[in-house]
């Protein structure tokens, strides 16, 4: 069997310690990337990925905050062949920090990019700039993938559905934790809202392709398989063996549960506006991904039996 080839890219990833960074560096490594720079305020997920990948570079960094952390990361940006732009507020209560933190921290690292002459970005967008949901994150979102696209950089826009995988802190992973530590699992009303998610392994595998082939275009990710949300859970019980029983209790009440959950808890994993998202009839677009790219679409239940049954990773959980 012959060595690995080595690519001789460099490599930088914002938002790294995250659900996608911290699953695309071992795909990256895997195709011979090994100069690979990550970018992550978080402190305690930061520590995490660097006990998962002590040859990365880290950099513990705030991108929307000046002083000499910022001097750091945009020095880094020196000799980057492929900026992959993965930093983004997912959760939270405070419009201010969505737009802190996924627009004025994305202008910020594209003053850099073209200082810096990067060649290459992968911006990685999601499907809600495509949804009809109104909400912090969607508008925010909206606007960085706006602000990537006038920065005339040359660059794919991937837009993933729903995720989950390894280290996911939030959505499936949040939902699987809290099935196992509660006698019942809530559902608001039926249940029956369309879900397409999508393995993070199968997206990551995306990203990397994309940066080996330097692909252009804007690209909706998509689970391949459609599914709803009552039978997900149904998928993820399975997958985890929680022995909590489902059931479907009126939205009024399930609504009314979170607002007064917010009260005390001021980062809480689920929100009202992410239960409006949640119920929201979206119906994504499902193109052939897997050809596009050349990569595997794996199957959503042995996709969520590698996320909840690897032995070491699926025992990783990040924090909020």
């Known amino acids: 069997m012959g060595s690995l080839k080595t690519m001789a890219k460099k490599v ?61 990361w945009a020095q880094e940006l020196a000799g980057c062949d492929a900026l992959v732009i993965g930093h983004a507020q997912i959760g939270g209560s405070q419009p201010e920090e969505f737009v802190r933190n996924n627009v004025h921290a994305t202008g910020r690292l594209l003053e850099a990019a073209l200082q810096h002459k990067i060649p290459y970005i992968v911006s990685i967008s999601s499907s809600v700039v495509n949804s009809m949901a109104v909400d912090d994150y969607t508008e925010t979102k909206k606007a960085q993938e706006a602000l990537v696209a006038s920065s005339g950089i040359k660059q794919i826009v991937l837009r993933p559905t729903l995720m989950f995988g390894w280290f996911d802190r939030k959505h499936v992973g949040w939902l699987a934790r809290f099935m196992q530590k509660v006698p019942v699992f809530p559902i608001p009303g039926s249940g029956k809202f369309l879900r397409q998610p999508l393995f993070a392994g199968d997206f990551c595998d995306v990203i990397a392709a994309a940066i080996d082939k330097e692909m252009t275009g804007a690209y909706n990710i998509t689970g391949q398989e459609r599914i709803d949300y009552i039978d997900l859970i149904r998928a993820v019980k399975k997958a985890t063996g929680a022995k909590a029983r489902i059931q479907t209790i009126p939205y009024g009440l399930f609504w009314t549960l979170l607002k007064v959950n917010a009260i005390f808890d001021r980062d809480p994993a689920f929100t009202v506006g992410q239960l409006k998202a949640l119920v929201t009839p979206d119906v994504f677009e499902v193109i052939d991904w897997p050809t596009i790219f050349g990569v595997r679409a794996t199957p959503l239940q042995e996709a969520l039996n590698k996320t909840f049954r690897d032995p070491v990773y699926s025992q990783i959980t990040l924090d909020f």
């Open 12 to 72: 930088i990833i914002t938002g790294a310690a995250g659900l996608v960074g911290q699953n695309l560096i071992p795909r990256l490594f895997s195709r011979g990337f090994t100069d690979i720079v990550a970018i992550d305020k978080h402190p305690t997920n930061t520590a995490i990925l660097a006990r998962n990948y002590p040859s990365v570079r880290l950099l513990q960094n705030d991108l929307a905050a000046n002083g000499s952390g910022s001097i750091q």
